[in-house]
């Protein structure tokens, strides 16, 4: 049975390409952004003009270093500013991709017709409150990961190789709230509501939401191969 859900999902997946347009924008801005960066720090020039073959030599990697120490410091301001707009932007405009894409799914699920008109709506209707459930969730990510290294110093002095600890427990937080998003959006809930029922479900469903993440990790990379 869940087999089947999870090749009906596929196919689903399939018939709607649509759905593959706000990860096709997402990617494409943040390789704008970054190129964008690079050529506003300086960065992108002073690696254009760089002999490929310093970095075979390795007599010549020193002072390579040395000069792009200087460059960083010389265009210090212009890199930090450069990043901040980029984080910024990325951070706003991510937020509306996402929100689209939420809404895409949403709409296709309820066999709704779409139409742009309705998706700027919707996206209006959400958009702050993806904005705050982003916001929250780094906010407990960061309280997550300062715990994570008190504990780890803890494991750490029992035995190096305990520390290694973190990782599936860094992972399992990332499951307990794979599924903040779906249920807000589907459930109209809360940025609070949808993390603490992303938590419930995850406890009670753990395998399926870990089978999901599975899947979708390998759909994306599977396409960025086909694309790269």
Do not use: C
């Not at 290694?164 to 779906?182: G, K, N, Q």
């Amino acid at each position: 049975m869940k087999q089947n859900n999870y090749l009906n999902s596929f196919k689903d997946l399939l018939k709607n390409p649509i759905l593959f347009v706000p990860d096709l924008i997402n990617w494409i801005l943040i390789m704008v952004g970054a190129y964008l960066v690079v050529s506003a720090s300086g960065l992108g020039f002073f690696f254009s003009n760089m002999n490929p073959e310093i970095l075979t030599n390795e007599s010549s990697l020193e002072p390579l270093i040395l000069q792009l120490k200087s460059h960083v410091e010389t265009n210090f301001g212009k890199l930090i500013t450069s990043l901040i707009i980029f984080f910024i932007t990325a951070f706003v405009l991510g937020t509306g991709i996402l929100t689209l894409k939420m809404n895409l799914i949403t709409s296709i699920l309820h066999n709704k017709k779409i139409k742009f008109k309705n998706l700027l709506e919707l996206n209006s209707k959400h958009f702050y409150k993806v904005i705050f459930l982003r916001v929250l969730t780094f906010v407990f990510f960061l309280g997550f990961i300062f715990l994570l290294l008190i504990i780890s110093g803890i494991v750490y002095a029992i035995h190096p190789y305990l520390s290694y600890i973190i990782i599936p427990l860094i992972l399992a937080f990332y499951w307990a709230i794979y599924f903040r998003y779906p249920i807000m959006f589907l459930n109209n809930r809360g940025p609070f509501d949808s993390l603490a029922a992303s938590y419930t479900y995850f406890k009670k469903k753990s395998k399926h939401v870990i089978t999901i993440w599975l899947i979708t990790t390998l759909t994306l990379f599977g396409s960025q191969l086909i694309f790269d």
